[in-house]
């Protein structure tokens, strides 16, 4: 079984960059589909991106797309997601998820294994 650590959350200011890391453990991470989640206060969790097993595939929620990349490295169990251009709203917790489905995309029923999450709070 899988275990997801996240890390990189901070405070930033609108504009700034942060790089957000998914540390795996426990399981063979090149055999995962990786997503990204996100839920800010008072809203429904919501998709952010994903990156296929291999890593050559991705997929981006529109109000990322452009500013967001997902990315992994295999050979160290880790997937990443840098974020640049950060905007007020992408204020959330971000929570990465695993998932055996090679189909896997943003629905987060499909993934069935999930980190604690980190915090990104964005000041304007």
């Known amino acids: 079984q899988v275990q997801l650590v996240e890390s990189g959350g901070a405070l930033a200011q609108a504009g700034d960059s942060l790089r957000l890391t998914c540390a795996a453990s426990g399981g063979t991470f090149k055999e995962y589909v990786i997503g990204w989640f996100r839920q800010a206060p008072g809203k429904d969790r919501e998709f952010v991106a994903r990156?296929?097993?291999?890593?050559?595939?991705?997929y981006y929620a529109d109000p990322v797309e452009g500013r967001f990349t997902i990315s992994r490295d295999n050979a160290k169990s880790t997937a990443y997601l840098q974020m640049d251009s950060l905007k007020p709203e992408d204020t959330a917790v971000y929570y990465c998820?695993?998932?055996?489905?090679?189909?896997?995309?943003?629905?987060?029923?499909?993934?069935?294994?999930w980190g604690q999450g980190t915090q990104v709070t964005v000041s304007s």
């Open positions: 990156i296929s097993k291999s890593g050559m595939i991705t």
């Open positions: 998820a695993a998932s055996p489905t090679l189909a896997a995309l943003s629905d987060s029923a499909d993934y069935v294994h």
